[in-house]
């Protein structure tokens, strides 16, 4: 295996294989979501519109 | 986000939780003879809160993907076939970078360029010489693509919805078609983890 800018580079016979792995997981540790369960999917497919402003405020500084 | 609320939070760990659970997934590149890049557009029209529209294309040289990009727009387009048209419009101008870049590196001729899209009036329309009223605001985008097109270095052609994989940059997927779209798009498990 092979690391070019973060992406992990992976090589057999007539094929290339990246990937993010490291990162992922480093993404995760900042946030301490490691444990979280895993999804399958990145939205709930029964997702509806929603008025966002009728939800409670969230504090900016927890991901920025 | 100038006002993040608790819904916008939940959506945004949803997205951790997906990454998490597709840590072992990666992008599979196989070798191919003839270097042919495929293109594919698709937009959601207004499917925002605010109407907007979301679209998205994905470019591959034969197996993996190699150039996708989706966004909100940023003004409202009155149509949907309007609003293809105008990704149409950015994915040509990915293709045409997209093709110096692989004229220059192998110093090869290349076959025409197909964009799927699954509008067919977005089509006739990179087609048709015919101008109509309603199209006089986005004219330049109709020259430009029209331009390419009779140029014969890309082309829009349909395809099904079902087999429209950009669909996956511009809207929320059941499960069966959102695995196969990304298997489709090179996104597979790893045989090394």
Redesign the interface.
Known sequence: ?HYFLGL?V?K?K??????Q?SY??E??RR?R??D??????????N?K?????E????D?T??R | MAEPKKAHWEVAKHVLKYLHGTIDYELLYTRSRDIRLNGFTDADWASSVDRKSTSGYYFNIGSGMTSWCNRKHKSIALSSSKVEYMVAKTAFCEAIWLRRLLVNLFRRNMEATMIMCDNQSCIKLSENPVFHDRLKHINIQCHFVRDYVQRGAVQLSYTPTGEQVADILTKVLGRTKFDYFREKMGMVKSLFK
């Not at chain 1, 007539?14 to 990937?19: A, C, K, R, S, V």
């Not at chain 1, 979280?36 to 497919?45: D, G, L, Q």
């Not at chain 1, 519109?49 to 402003?53: L, M, V």
């Open positions: 295996m992990e992976w057999q007539g094929e290339i294989f990246l990937g792995g992922a997981i993404s995760l946030f979501m490691e979280f369960r895993p999804m399958a999917m990145p939205m709930i497919t997702w519109k929603i008025d966002a402003s939800y409670k405020d969230v900016p927890l991901y």
